[in-house]
């Protein structure tokens, strides 16, 4: 009870319906000859032997309540009155407007999850957050190593804010030397999974890169609520394909040793048995400067971009979902990862640790071209 009291928005009618019953009271009590003067002159001389006028007055009240409707017929006209006056000398109907502009703030506190209109453009600016822990009502932050095995890497995340924070106006995930869950190091890993996902558009993420021999810095859709299943294709066994049913799209992808390079991927469960389709693109200090990478997802083409200039793309060329599934939803993956069947071919470089992806925003806007 006293948290609702407490509320900025009940404050009003605390003091409405307060103010409506001092005043229905008071009209109870002298309105055979009511008049405001009558009444300051009775009340400076009541004020004067307090304890006589609580006698009386709770006295009269009774005699009141039993006796007749007079108490009604005050409380509804003051009432009337009061909010009266209320609303020409506080604006109107600005306290109904505050309050139902709390509604949705409320809701929003109980929901677990904030949702991201995908029909709009949205861009969310690291730089307007505040330093610390990342928004989990927008993301969600990894902790334990089940998907650094996958790639048999050698971290483990966690959601501490050492590994997962906004600081000085940039998401950062640094990995670091540190013995956790059995693993040798430490780093973070974040997705949009029940807040964000898309079938056709453009999204961007602006980055800059970790460097070092070692370093896997990504950022990558799955799909939201897989399609289809197993069972739906008789003729695909490969159980080491069988993740790529629903189809994988990497558009951030750097490994250390592949220096200023980041490579591409549309994955689908017939595309892995065909063997690496990469075209890398390039970039100019990845490491100490900024970058927009992004993708851009179509009913019949998906283009991979950096700083806005198109430089891979894969073309539908089958409706057989084995060849092209990204028909569906997909939600964002940004990770830092060390080591692994990829990144860890040539070793760790420790010198450079700790190692820090930073992102400044990330950006989406949904697709003009259906075609």
């Given amino acids: 009870m006293f948290h609702i009291i407490s509320e900025p928005g009940a404050q009003p009618y605390i003091v409405l319906v307060s103010g409506t019953v001092f ?9 055979d000859n009511f008049s405001f003067s009558d009444y300051r002159k009775m009340f400076i001389r009541r004020t004067k032997k307090a304890g006589l006028a609580f006698n009386k007055f709770f006295k009269t009240l009774k005699r009141k309540l039993y006796k007749n409707r007079q108490f009604f017929y005050g409380a509804a006209f003051s009432a009337i009155v009061f909010t009266a006056f209320s609303f020409i000398s506080a604006g109107g109907l600005s306290h109904f ?11 929003a506190s109980v929901a677990t999850k904030t949702t991201l209109d995908s029909s709009k453009a949205w861009k969310y600016d690291f730089s307007t957050q505040q330093n610390g ?7 969600n932050i990894e902790n334990g190593p089940t998907k650094a095995n996958y790639n048999n890497e050698l971290e483990t995340f966690t959601n501490r804010t050492d590994n997962v924070r906004v600081q000085d106006g940039v998401l950062v995930l640094e990995a670091k030397p540190e013995n956790k869950d059995s693993k040798a190091y430490t780093s973070g890993r974040i997705d949009t999974h029940g807040s964000f996902s898309f079938t056709y558009g453009t999204l961007e993420i602006e980055a800059k890169l970790p460097k070092g021999n070692g370093t896997w810095p990504a950022a990558w859709l799955m799909p ?3 399609r289809y299943q197993a069972a739906d294709f008789p003729s695909a066994i490969d159980q080491n394909r069988l993740y790529t049913l629903n189809g994988e799209l990497d558009f951030l992808e750097s490994v250390g040793y592949l220096h200023n390079q980041n490579i591409p991927a549309a994955h689908s469960y017939n ?7 990469y075209t890398p693109g390039f970039t100019t200090n990845p490491y100490d400067e900024y970058h927009r990478y992004g993708i851009v997802k179509t009913p019949n083409l998906i283009e991979f971009t950096i700083d806005g200039k198109v430089y891979a793309s894969r073309v539908k060329t089958s409706d057989d979902p084995l060849s092209w599934p ?15 069947k ?16 930073m992102i400044k925003s990330i950006s989406y806007s949904p697709s003009t071209n259906l075609k």
């Fill in 271 to 277: 595309s892995l048995a065909q063997g690496d389709q």
């Fill in 224 to 226: 939201a609520s897989p």
């Fill in 23 to 31: 005043v229905g009271l008071t009209y109870l009590l002298y309105s």
């Fill in 326 to 340: 990204f028909n569906q939803p997909y939600y964002l993956i940004i990770n830092l990862s060390l080591g692994g």
């Fill in 97 to 107: 407007t505050e309050t139902a502009s709390i509604a949705p703030v409320a809701s």
């Fill in 133 to 139: 822990a990342l928004d989990s009502k927008i993301f």
């Fill in 342 to 357: 990829w990144a860890g071919k040539y070793g760790i470089d420790t010198s450079s640790a700790p190692w820090q992806y």
